[in-house]
């Protein structure tokens, strides 16, 4: 009877511990998925084709979804772009909600391109766009199954990376346009993650997310820590601007976990046309999915 009760318990605590794994595999495989469709910038038409690709992944996971949609004129291009947040609610009734975002759309041009001819071109951003929003596909995938005990909206912002570097304006357009006009009200926190899928993580803390949210720094770097992550450095980098300075602003403590550092010089593929899937790695997206999962579950 004891051996049995015993026996029980660890087939309890292996399902336990199954239901709360983060696949990087499958995260890996939605990164590709979306390089597949093309480059996703604004305006283009694997930017709609990327919209309805997310929308109807999501449509499996839960019926929580809102779609932020709004007109966000470039004065300096002479164009209008039609751009869309996403939103898919999990748990959403039990309130203390916890906002995990990252940008959907991806670059227009590659401007640090080492080839001139090519700068003008859209980049495929497989680091730069696909490694965040994997990670929040796969965590819709998850907490469809296990519902967290608080609420969770997974957040995939348009527009981040338009911009021109002279100027924070035409950045973050998706995520200034959501902290403006908040569609859901009771978030208390949030996480970021961009660009983590680049197969040589190395996540220092961004000083902006320090100042705004030491706490949940802490707690997320203690998550690592115990899981033996390599990835998460308890080191101070540099300020960054990404979606969480909109949310900041906006009176949300928030978190940005971002890779802006490329250990060897030819590694540096950062707005150019070498942001390929195969610089991105399933066990980078495993590391960073794995400690939001932690923390979404109060582990
Ligand atoms: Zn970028």
């Known amino acids: 009877m004891k ?8 087939v309890m605590m292996i399902s336990c511990h199954s239901a709360a794994k983060f696949d990087g595999e499958k995260a890996m495989a939605y990164l590709v998925e979306q390089c597949e469709i093309g480059p996703r910038h604004p305006g283009s038409t694997g930017h709609e084709k990327a919209k309805n690709y997310y929308i109807e992944f999501l449509k499996n996971y839960t019926d929580n979804i809102l779609l932020q949609e709004f007109d966000q004129e470039i004065p300096r291009d002479s164009v209008t772009f039609h751009l869309t947040n996403i939103i898919a609610g999990f748990g959403v009734e039990k309130g203390n909600a916890l906002l995990v975002g990252a940008h959907w759309d991806t670059r227009p041009r590659a401007e640090f391109d080492p080839d001139p001819a090519r700068r003008h071109l859209p980049i495929l951003g497989a680091n730069d766009g696909a490694s965040g929003i994997a990670v ?9 199954q296990k519902e967290p005990e608080r609420a969770v909206y997974l957040v995939f912002f348009d527009g981040e990376d338009y911009g021109y570097h ?45 100042r705004s949210h030491k706490n949940l720094v802490d707690r997320l770097w203690k998550i690592a820590k115990d899981r033996g992550y390599d990835g998460f450095q308890k080191q101070m980098g540099s300020e960054i601007y990404d979606d969480h300075v909109p949310l900041i602003e906006a009176g949300i403590p928030s978190v940005d976990l971002i890779d802006f550092t490329y250990p060897h010089s030819y590694t540096n593929y950062w707005h150019t046309h070498a942001d390929t899937p195969d610089k991105c790695s399933a066990e980078s997206l495993e590391q960073v999915g794995q400690v939001v999962l932690d923390f979404i579950l109060g582990k």
Not at 3 to 10: C, G, M, N, P, R
Not at 136 to 144: S, T, V, W
Not at 177 to 202: C, H, R, S, W
């Open 3 to 10: 051996k049995v009760i015993i026996l029980w318990l660890s």
């Open 136 to 144: 929040l596909m796969h965590l819709a995938e998850i907490l469809a």
């Open 166 to 210: 002279d100027s924070n304006e035409f950045f973050c357009m998706g995520s200034k346009y959501f902290a403006a006009n908040l569609p859901v009200k009771d978030i208390t926190e949030a996480i970021i993650v961009d660009m983590i899928g680049d197969q040589y993580l190395e996540i220092p803390i961004e000083r902006g997310s320090y």
